[in-house]
């Protein structure tokens, strides 16, 4: 088994009649997260810690940027950073986000989402700039 996925926190699936056993390492469900609220209108970009945006600009793309997890017993918090485009409405696009990133993480993986908690730390208005 790799090292580097017992090291890490991972949810280990359970089924009747395995032959063996799937884990599922948190890395995998930041980044399903983090491409489920990229894909709603409305959202920039998500941001993460000073590392990590360093890390993207010399190119090495991280999927999981301004997404923390917290894996628990079959369930899983999340919690989302986000950069608003201009002209959308925070409390729709939220509750859109929301409901997309709990749908993607529940059906690809088969936890049970306890919730989903965005921060807005930006608004992005050059998006708008024709």
């Known amino acids: 088994m790799n090292k580097e996925l017992q090291n890490s926190?991972?949810?280990?699936?359970?089924?009747?009649?395995?032959?063996?056993?799937?884990?599922?390492?948190?890395?995998?469900?930041a980044?399903?997260?983090g491409l489920a609220a990229t894909e709603v209108e409305g959202v920039a970009a998500l941001t993460g810690n000073l590392t990590k945006e360093i890390v993207g600009k010399l190119g090495m793309k991280n999927l999981s940027k301004g997404v923390k997890i917290e894996l628990l017993e079959k369930a899983v918090s999340v919690e989302l950073s986000i950069t608003m485009k201009y002209g959308y409405s925070i409390p729709k696009t939220s509750s859109?986000?929301?409901d997309k990133v709990k749908s993607a993480i529940e059906s690809m993986t088969g936890l049970t989402v306890s919730e989903v908690n965005i921060r807005i730390v930006g608004v992005d208005i050059e998006h708008n700039k024709q």
């Open 9 to 29: 926190n991972a949810y280990t699936m359970e089924s009747a009649g395995k032959i063996g056993e799937v884990k599922i390492a948190d890395d995998v469900v």
């Open 96 to 98: 859109q986000i929301q």
């Open 31 to 33: 980044t399903i997260a």
